[in-house]
């Protein structure tokens, strides 16, 4: 009995993986060119942020919360990154009016050219997460409204800071995300950095046993000590941090700001990390399956353009992907429980 | 260092209260290290809120000394973990989402940095293998795949387990509700040698043959007081259940006499027997008050449901006669709609008696609600106010007012006096006898001897069946108790 049921278990870890496969060998039929360096290289460029930002999500879904403001965070990450972090306080588009006007000199002095203030604001941004963690648990809010309060003032920083798509990404940044490494395509070697990275943080320190129990049972884990403020402060404060690496790494590939960039990022972190074998309420999460499954997401893009579906049909069609995956978890969980 | 005689913890005078229910009156318990203490008491007795307190999880007033220091202000979890006290709940207290090593590891602080996963595991295994040999559990098994039953030795292993702090004061909550007889007997053997080696038990069972094996002490407990407190070898099952029950009959004053005799006419609800366990069927008549009695948490409250679900519907082995309405014992759960206000909270069970076309009419609905106000006397100056400007006691007589309101013939009652004050207490026990006698049927599971005084007919439950059928005139504190303990497992 109990290698039966433990098959269930494999077979639903490995749906996640499985289900990325079958999406590659239909690409490999569809445009056989597809999987090759290059091809690797467009079709999961934008993988890397994704992932992040999925990181982020499953961080707060694992205690039993959802953020609905990743989207806008990352946009704001990015216009952030296209003007702070490159050029400090005078890459801003108003000093640059201000400066055009006359009120202020051509030559600004060190501190409005240092890119630190980029660095300030976006720790600061990662210090706002942990205090919404800690307000969501103090007052015992629903997650769910607090973070959608949060998405407009996200969005509305972003705006303030780049009022207009513009803006530059700091080189480095934008040289690090179109490195050409050998063999294997750049976002493949990063999404496999980012899944073990994740997987070490959440999956194997001792205090991640207590960050994934408070999702799974958070009496437990306060009589036995631990103070859940603490670890929801935690687990917002690193969906702040793996939020950030997103609008970095979103801002490197289009190389300008932009504050509606990533609103779709929302919805497609959840989507990613449920589709990677998570649960929204438990604690039971895979960061290698929400990798996976950010990876899931992007390439079926890809495939349904190479279907000749028009790209107003392809948010449904991702819809019908999702939909399809987890039909499957729910048929196997209902196979298991027959047994 | 603390000399033997000083006892690992004491309580001097605790109390507890949680709004107006005083869980605990004044306490005073001392643990001593070598000595397994059995606490037994009926429902509502304060057990629980007891080792809550022992285990830190809420403060209390009173005295407490840990190793001869008194404490009481700063006594918190970690206090509790720091000097060796332990405890395993009731409810379990593991996260299901992890694994038997991780849950090991929330447990125990110190299991941290490189290769903390197989420490933890080789502790709780080492554990397990010491209380339960054989017990087929792996360290890398999902806590929330495993039976029940190995659920619980886990836990029970965990408290037991030792890193940095030592295990000296380990409270044992009902651990063997869900072991089988050989299991419970490999825990106990565990118990006496854990405390022949120094260690000290706090056993809180159900089953009386286990704390008279198991215990030195047995301490009893009853309406938030220790009552009795002797050496277990002082005490048969006969003698336990007596100290249990027969203290101060305070209330003995409306001790009903006359046995009515049991109408003979078809019932309102009738629930057939349970074929394989036997015992009793399950009957109430018209104007029949009939009491569902027993421990806790042992079927009742699932047989009320039954008995709901089943209306108006042609249910197996459960016949129920006219509309049925439900009081729950959760206020805050399954009673009130906290953001309405009290005349909507009494009126939407009666609606449909009350529409003017698609729309709810307001002046019915309003004289409904002023009728309830002073026909229960809910203590209010206007029936808009919202349904939280009640207290407790009135807020469930407003759910009194709704189930009684609606044109059900049959009223269910789900342990509805849970943390109401004693004059509220009497005035619906006056209002359910009243309308028992217009016709009402009533089926009210209590845990209190006090309201059972009050059935016409009561059943006891023990293990999700019907163990006992008892009569007005045989109803005594006695038998209820006799029956809600199992003979020696």
């Known amino acids: 009995m109990n290698g039966s049921v433990l098959s269930a278990r494999t077979l639903r870890n490995l749906l996640p993986a499985l289900s990325l496969l079958v999406l590659l060998a239909a690409i490999f039929y569809l445009q056989p060119r597809a999987i090759s360096y290059v091809g690797f290289n467009l079709m999961l460029n934008l993988a890397i942020p994704i992932a992040f930002a999925t990181i982020a999500q499953m961080c707060v879904i694992t205690v039993n919360d959802l953020d609905l403001s990743i989207g806008t965070y990352v946009g704001f990450v990015a216009c952030i990154g296209a003007t702070l972090l490159s050029g400090g306080i005078g890459a801003l588009p108003f000093i640059k009016d201000l400066q055009a006007s006359g009120a202020l000199p051509a030559t600004l002095p060190w501190i409005m050219n240092t890119p630190l203030a980029g660095v300030l604001v ?18 015992n809010l629903p ?51 980012i899944a073990v990275a994740a997987h070490i943080l959440i999956m194997k320190t001792s205090y991640g046993a207590v960050l994934r129990g408070a999702g799974g049972n958070p009496k437990a884990i306060e009589r036995a000590g631990w103070s859940l403020l603490k670890v929801k402060m935690a687990m917002f404060a690193l969906a702040g941090f ?53 990876a899931t997401l992007t390439l079926a893009g890809s495939f349904l353009s190479f279907m000749r579906i028009p790209p107003d049909w392809q948010i449904g069609a991702q819809g019908a992907i999702l939909i399809i995956v987890l039909a499957l978890r729910t048929l196997i969980d209902r196979a298991e429980k027959r047994r | 260092m603390a000399s033997a005689a000083t006892p690992i913890i004491s309580l001097n005078g605790v109390e507890k209260s949680f709004g107006a229910v005083r869980a605990l009156r004044g306490v005073d318990l001392a643990c001593h290290a070598g000595e397994c203490i059995g606490l037994v008491g009926h429902n509502g007795a304060g057990k629980s809120t007891l080792m809550n307190l022992l285990a830190g999880v809420f403060p209390a007033e009173g005295r407490i000394e840990v190793d001869g220091k008194d404490i009481a202000s700063r006594y918190s979890v970690a206090t509790a973990q720091a000097h060796g006290i332990r405890c395993v709940f009731q409810e379990l207290s593991l996260c299901p989402n992890l694994t038997v090593a991780e849950n090991a590891r929330i447990m125990h602080a110190s299991l941290r940095g490189f290769g903390w996963r197989k420490r933890a595991g080789k502790l709780i295994l080492d554990k397990l293998d010491e209380v339960f040999p054989g017990h087929g559990i792996s360290a890398s098994d999902i806590v929330g795949d495993l039976p029940i039953a190995r659920r619980q030795m886990v836990e029970i292993a965990r408290a037991f387990s030792v890193t940095t702090a030592p295990a000296r004061l380990v409270i044992l909550d009902e651990p063997t509700s869900s072991l089988d007889a050989h299991l419970a007997s490999q825990l106990l053997a565990y118990v006496r040698s854990f405390v022949a080696k120094g260690g000290c038990v706090v056993l809180i069972s159900h089953l009386l043959g286990e704390i008279l094996a198991a215990g030195d002490r047995v301490v009893v407990m009853k309406d938030g007081k220790v009552v009795v407190e002797r050496p277990a070898a002082d005490f048969n099952r006969t003698s336990l259940v007596a100290a249990m029950g027969s203290v101060a009959h305070d209330e003995g004053a409306n001790a009903a006499t006359a046995d009515t005799k049991r109408s003979e006419t078809e019932p309102r609800v009738r629930v057939a027997a349970d074929r394989q366990a036997g015992g009793p069927e399950l009957i109430a008549h018209q104007g029949e008050i009939v009491g569902l009695a027993g421990l806790g948490g042992q079927g009742q409250s699932e047989m009320l449901i039954r008995i709901f679900d089943a209306a108006g519907k042609n249910a197996r082995n459960v016949t129920v006669v006219g509309g049925v309405a439900l009081v729950a014992g959760d206020r805050q759960t399954d009673g009130v709609f906290p953001l309405w206000s009290i005349a909507e909270n009494i009126t939407i069970s009666s609606l449909r008696r009350m529409r003017r076309g698609p729309l709810i009419d307001g002046a019915a609905t309003e004289a409904m609600a002023e009728d309830w106000k002073q026909r229960i006397g809910i203590r209010t100056p206007d029936m808009n106010n919202p349904i939280l400007s009640l207290s407790g006691g009135n807020q469930q007589k407003a759910l009194f007012a709704r189930a009684l309101g609606s044109d059900a013939q049959t009223v269910l009652m789900d342990d509805p006096m849970r943390g109401v004050d004693i004059g509220t207490k009497q005035e619906v026990y006056g209002m359910i006898r009243a309308e028992a006698e217009a016709g009402r049927t009533f089926l009210w599971y209590t845990t209190e001897m006090d309201e059972l005084k009050h059935c016409d007919h009561v059943y006891v439950f023990r293990d999700h069946h019907i163990v006992a059928e008892l009569s007005r005139s045989e109803l005594t504190e006695e038998k209820v108790l006799h029956a809600s303990f199992a003979e020696v497992a």
Do not use: C
């Open chain 1, 143 to 193: 997650s769910i409204v607090v973070t959608l309060g949060m998405s407009f003032v996200w969005l509305g920083l972003s705006v303030l800071v780049l009022p207009v798509p513009g803006g530059q990404a700091p080189g480095w940044i934008k040289s690090l995300m179109t490195l050409k490494t050998p063999f294997i395509p750049f976002p493949i070697i990063a999404a496999v950095v």
């Open chain 1, 242 to 294: 793996f939020g950030m690496l997103a609008g970095l790494s979103l801002v490197g590939l289009t190389t300008s700001g932009d504050a509606n960039i990533a609103l779709r990022y929302t919805l497609l972190s959840i989507a990613g990390v449920i589709l990677g074998g998570g649960e929204f309420v438990g604690g039971r999460i895979s960061p290698i399956g929400a990798v996976i499954g950010a």
């Open chain 1, 122 to 139: 976006l720790l600061m941004g990662i210090g706002v997460y942990a205090l919404l963690g800690a307000l969501i648990h103090l007052r």
